[in-house]
């Protein structure tokens, strides 16, 4: 079947701009996650969901950034007035539930905030 | 919070050679602990995983080791082949009451060379 799609692939924004990137899951995961791929580092946790609630944000780098989760399924990651340090991948990962459920990931969104 | 050491951050080897990747984890708690292998320029993906109950675990070429009173994993690979050649990352969780995050290590750029 499907498996987890991000859009959009590659995204290039001015400073001070807002960006909104999307995560579709595999159909019937309830568990999905967030993490950032800085160039040449390992990915950074920002955010779970269980459904639609968020019972994890530890990661969120500050408050410009922010998730949703709506209908149980597709989530945005926004990043309000961008910075340049947010430059990075973003990868969306989805898994069945939770605890040792193999977490699948999406192709990621490659953000460059000039 | 949960912190992951990975080295080497670069390994190169023969092909027909091991390989092999050590982490560190500072939380005693951490139960589970996937590596995950990821290709240029795709996502990554989940290749072996172990739980804290046992010490090792076998996949054909593939072999991860655990020793819970050092805290620390290690993957193996054998008779390693060029399609080897990735970046690959541990990872630790802790399964009940952890909220649910992978914490990362900073990877390991294996390259097998012919």
């Known amino acids: 079947g499907a498996g987890v799609s991000q859009s959009p692939s590659n995204k290039v924004t001015e400073k001070g701009k807002d960006v909104e990137l999307r995560c579709d899951p595999i159909s019937g995961h309830t568990a999905l996650y967030w993490y950032r791929q800085s160039l040449g580092q390992g990915l950074e946790f920002l955010i779970y969901?269980?459904?639609?609630?968020?019972?994890?944000k530890s990661g969120l780098p500050s408050d410009r950034f922010s998730a949703e989760r709506t209908g149980g399924s597709v989530s945005t990651l926004t990043i309000q007035r961008t910075q340049q340090e947010d430059s990075a991948v973003y990868l969306c990962?989805?898994?069945?539930?939770?605890?040792?459920?193999?977490?699948?990931f999406g192709p990621g969104t490659r953000l460059t905030v000039l | 919070g949960e912190n992951v050491e990975q080295h080497p951050s670069t390994l190169s080897v023969q092909e027909g050679d091991s390989a092999v990747i050590k982490c560190t984890y500072s939380?005693?708690?951490?139960?589970?602990f996937p590596w995950y292998k990821q290709e240029l320029g795709k996502r990554p993906q989940l290749i072996i995983d172990?739980?804290?109950?046992?010490g090792e675990k076998k996949d054909q070429r593939i072999a991860v080791t655990l020793n819970k009173t050092a805290k620390h994993f290690s993957l193996h690979i054998t008779e390693t082949q060029p399609e080897d050649s990735a970046v690959y990352f541990c990872a630790a969780k802790i399964l009940t009451g952890g909220g649910n995050k992978l914490t990362f290590g900073t990877g390991t750029q294996l390259k097998v060379e012919l």
């Open positions: 939380d005693s708690a951490s139960n589970y």
């Open positions: 990962a989805s898994s069945l539930s939770s605890g040792t459920d193999t977490q699948y």
């Open positions: 969901f269980q459904g639609n609630s968020a019972p994890d």
């Open positions: 172990i739980r804290s109950n046992v």
